[in-house]
């Protein structure tokens, strides 16, 4: 799937997110939080983020910020690893969900080229970042 393909995907699993579009990148925000994505469309590696190597020709990765619980039943335990490279894991495997190579100890979760059966799957995610989003904004107003 391309970017083109995915927006509207995940657009339709969480319709209220606002798209904010940087360098080729696609970032879903909740409408009334512009400093945390719940969602992120990658489509080139940075400085920092190189272990998916997305600077394959076709390569992006969609990412989703989910909570400790769903993290862990997804994965069992939290990464203990500081870099990518002391993981274990595979980055670059394409349609393997699987915990984002620098951000999985923030619950941060990630797949490259999803499949439309993959991204099917990532509904429950994709609903509990936009859940999690606006229970931010919910403490942020409450003061």
């Known amino acids: 799937m391309t970017p083109d393909d995915l927006i509207p995907a995940i657009h339709a699993i969480v319709p209220d997110a606002k798209l904010v579009t940087a360098a080729g990148d696609v970032f879903f925000m909740h409408p009334d ?13 940075n400085d920092w983020d190189n272990a998916s190597n997305l600077a394959r020709e076709g390569v992006l990765r969609v990412n989703v910020g989910i909570d400790r619980d769903a993290f862990r039943d997804l ?3 939290l990464p203990k690893w500081r870099e ?3 993981a274990g894991i595979d980055f670059t495997r394409l349609d393997v969900l ?7 100890r923030l619950y941060w979760i990630s797949v490259l080229n999803p499949s439309p059966e993959t991204l099917r799957s990532l509904r429950p995610q994709l609903e509990l970042a936009f859940r999690l989003a606006a229970a931010r904004v919910a403490r942020r107003l409450a003061g």
Not at 33 to 45: C, E, F, M, R, S
């Open 75 to 77: 994965f069992g335990d």
């Open 33 to 45: 939080d512009p400093n945390l994505p719940l969602a992120t469309i990658v489509t080139g590696d």
């Open 84 to 86: 990518p490279q002391d």
């Open 98 to 104: 699987m915990p984002h190579p620098m951000y999985a």
